[in-house]
């Protein structure tokens, strides 16, 4: 089985500095993210609203939303500052 995940190389950082800019720029990349995702939600729920007036008998689930709501609720808990 081929798999189209390439694994990235580790770079240690040299200086405690270094180490904490990167670590500043990881969030920014997941700020970056979620803007974009924003995007393709609300995309899909505009998809949706639009299958479902076409298609009003229709039980069809054409995204995983209870699926994304899980990871988002898994998420919070990640990132809840409670330290």
Do not use: C, W
Request: aromatic share 14%; charged share 30%; net charge positive.
């Amino acid at each position: 089985m081929i798999y189209k995940y390439k694994l990235k190389e580790v770079v240690t950082p040299s200086t405690s500095n270094s180490f904490q800019e990167q670590r500043i720029q990881a969030f920014e990349g997941i700020e970056s993210k979620l803007d974009t995702l924003k995007k393709y939600i609300a995309k899909a729920k505009l998809h949706t609203i639009r299958y479902y007036r076409e298609n009003p008998d229709s039980y069809n689930v054409l995204y995983g939303t209870d699926l994304a709501d899980s990871y988002i609720k898994d998420l919070f808990t990640l990132f809840k500052d409670e330290k």
